[in-house]
């Protein structure tokens, strides 16, 4: 039986599921969500998961599982994108828990207010712009001599990190200030055989 997606295409967290899924070739149904919409309030989709949060996925044995990262984790272990050594290993699952913790609560909440509430910077808590600048600066640093942020080849951290780093331009974040940072994501890109981002160097 088919394993279900339900997801948002704007956003990053559905969207690197997605992306190790097409990459491990795994044969899944995709719904689309907008959490705009309210429908991840309605009961029938809270009965996948009742925190009312996309991505949620639905197994064919019925069985449910949310949050991106225990999503990406389930299908990548034992595969090329989780490293074998213990120690790189562990260092992944650093930048993901990092990245829900202080990555993806500012450059992904300051990317959504000004691209899809259309606020204006003025009105944003600075603290968002502040916190995110610093952590594409941890990034920068964390990048310093290594291709990627775990292991030597693509691994979960890098699908996880990217998803919102590459669209960090929305939220008026300026990856030119982060050389290696953008040349990372173009490596990730690559990889996963996605478009360029045309927007790595110019904030919007």
Known sequence: MTLTVFGDSTSGNCLKVKWVLDRLEVDYRWTEIDV???????????????????????FGDG??????????????????????????????FEWLFWEQYSHEPYIAVRRYQLGYLKKSPDELDPKLFERGSAALARMEQGLDGRDWLAGGALSLADIALVAYTRMAGDG??????????????????RALGLDASTRCLVPA
Do not use: H, K
Not at 74 to 85: I, R, S
Not at 178 to 184: E, G, H, K, L, M
């Open 36 to 58: 705009r919409s309210g429908l991840t309030r309605r009961p029938e989709f809270l009965a996948v998961n009742p925190s009312g949060q996309v991505p949620a996925v639905v």
């Open 63 to 92: 069985r449910t599982l949310s949050q991106s990262n225990a999503i990406m984790t389930f299908y990548g272990e034992g595969t090329p994108l989780v490293p074998e050594d213990r120690y790189e290993r562990a260092r992944m």
């Open 172 to 189: 008026g974040f300026d990856l030119g200030l982060y050389p290696r940072v953008c040349a990372w994501v173009e490596r990730v890109e």
